[in-house]
């Protein structure tokens, strides 16, 4: 069928628990994707106790079922967190110059990423972690490393009797939600909804319609006159053009 877009994306729900989310983290990589990759590389493909340096296969096929994401846009968030190298042997000389992490593209962590990682297959990625930077931004951002996954939203059919208000006095920092706190997603909150009290959305303002005077014999004389001489010019500029050249 002609045109009709065909989404690029998969719009199905992802079918892995949800994963620990932290604000300042999203904030300090400029990506919610890059974040959330971090985060889940983290929970679902953790390092080692023994070696957390040791390099470990990662599923790409998984990575984009698990967050319903295409491969640009996996593509973009990995450069943000990562180090690419196309071939083993471009690594080995990397590392030998110990710029194994270092990249040119400065957005998200940096020049130095906390991963690097090399394509062995189309599927499948070999993936280092660059210890002390990725504990450094963790530590930034005041997520604890390792990150484990935490029990959240278990319930997911639980009835809802309706929306209870909190009383004055209660303090908001004293509720558990988790990674985000309460003052963390009020401030995010203000942000997102930042420029919307401009009083554009005032009820009853009303705005002055735009009109246009009618067209008289003098208007349109006038208008012919000025696109006449508007042409005579480009004419003009244009011969002037070809006799040069």
């Not at 994707?33 to 296969?57: R, T």
């Not at 484990?148 to 997911?156: L, N, P």
């Not at 420029?195 to 208007?219: C, F, M, Q, V, Y």
Request: glycine residues 4%; contains cysteine.
């Amino acid at each position: 069928m002609t045109g009709i877009a065909r989404p690029s994306c998969p719009t199905e729900l992802s079918t892995i628990p949800p994963l620990p989310f932290w604000p300042s983290l999203k904030w300090t990589l400029r990506s919610h994707g890059a974040a959330l990759l971090l985060i889940y590389l983290e929970v679902h493909f953790p390092a080692s106790e023994a070696s957390p340096s040791a390099p470990i296969l990662v599923d790409v096929d998984r990575i984009q079922r698990d967050l319903r994401v295409c491969p640009k846009a996996l593509w973009l968030a990995s450069a943000r967190i990562a180090a690419r190298h196309p071939t083993t042997r471009r690594l080995e000389a990397a590392r030998r110059t110990g710029r194994e992490f270092y990249t040119r593209t400065t957005m998200g962590a940096g020049a130095l990423k906390p991963y690097s990682y090399v394509p062995i297959t189309r599927h499948t990625w070999e993936l280092r972690r660059n210890v002390p930077r990725l504990r450094q931004l963790l530590a930034s951002c005041a997520i604890p490393w390792p990150i484990q996954q935490t029990a959240i939203c278990e319930d997911r059919h639980a009835a809802h009797d309706g929306f209870h208000p909190f009383p004055s006095n209660f303090a908001v920092d004293s509720l558990d939600v988790g990674p985000a706190s309460g003052a963390e997603l009020a401030r995010e909150m203000s942000r997102s909804i930042a420029g919307l009290g401009d009083s554009r959305r005032k009820t009853g303002l009303k705005r002055k319609p735009h009109t246009r005077s009618a067209w008289t014999d003098e208007r349109r004389a006038k208008f012919m006159a000025t696109v006449t001489e508007k042409y005579r010019k480009m004419r003009e500029n244009t011969a002037n053009q070809m006799s040069d050249v």
